[in-house]
């Protein structure tokens, strides 16, 4: 079946530190892909998506591109702020009805 | 601004007691999606709806019920058969259900403990 799997946390990091959160995922035909982050005491938002392999998504300094070859989708930003520390999951969306499955999340500090 | 709101943001259930969470939209968005977060797991679909008055169960659906009597509205209520209902719930809603790349728009959740 589908399936999502996100690096354990906490992920702790200094500030200007260079990220990489990984994503590695199990589908069967071409499913999309997301990074949504999520604040403290706050629901999810869309960070950046992918919807066809080779696909590069980028928002706010954060990248991912959507590797079919080794089914992966990391997530990766050069400097790291304060203001990044969340919890991001990958997730993505594939199968008849078109449900996200979800990671568990990866939890980033980051420390000034 | 259009979004989701969800309330209240905590809530506390006593033995045997049914509570309801509600989730109201106001982005005219036509799916609804209730989602239940434990520390250190992935979100897990409770319910969600397509479309008025129909809803479909998700992957836990056991212990709660819905209704999608209006479309900017949501309610999960979470019953006495539930028997571990301490979570993070969420609320989401997304313009065009089925959508291979659809986006989700998220509440900013309830907190439900058990007294």
């Known amino acids: 079946g589908n399936s999502v799997t996100q690096m354990e946390g906490p992920v702790t990091l200094s500030e200007e530190a260079f990220l990489t959160i990984n994503c590695t995922y199990t589908a069967t035909g071409y499913p999309s892909l997301f990074w949504y982050v999520q604040y403290p005491g706050e629901g999810l938002q869309l960070l950046l998506k992918a919807t066809k392999a080779d696909d590069k998504g980028s928002n706010k300094g954060f990248e991912a591109t959507y590797r079919k070859e080794t089914t992966s989708f990391h997530l990766e930003k050069g400097s790291v702020q304060v203001s990044d520390s969340a919890v991001y999951f990958c997730?993505?969306?594939?199968?008849?009805?078109?449900?996200?499955?979800w990671g568990a999340g990866t939890k980033l500090i980051i420390k000034p | 601004d259009g979004g989701i709101t969800q309330s209240p943001k905590y809530l506390f259930r006593k033995e045997g007691q049914n509570v309801t969470l509600s989730c109201e939209q106001n982005l005219n968005h036509d799916a609804m999606y209730w989602y239940r977060q434990d520390p250190g797991q992935g979100l897990r679909l409770i319910y969600y709806?397509?479309?008025?008055?129909?809803?479909q169960k998700g992957d836990i659906a056991e212990g709660y019920s819905v209704s999608r009597e209006k479309k900017e509205s949501f309610p999960l209520t979470v019953t006495s058969a539930q028997k571990n209902p301490t979570a993070f719930y969420l609320c989401a809603s997304s313009e065009h259900p089925g959508l291979l790349n659809e986006k989700l728009f998220f509440g900013s959740g309830t907190q439900l403990s058990v007294l």
């Open positions: 997730a993505l969306s594939a199968g008849s009805n078109y449900q996200l499955i």
């Open positions: 709806s397509q479309i008025v008055n129909d809803f």
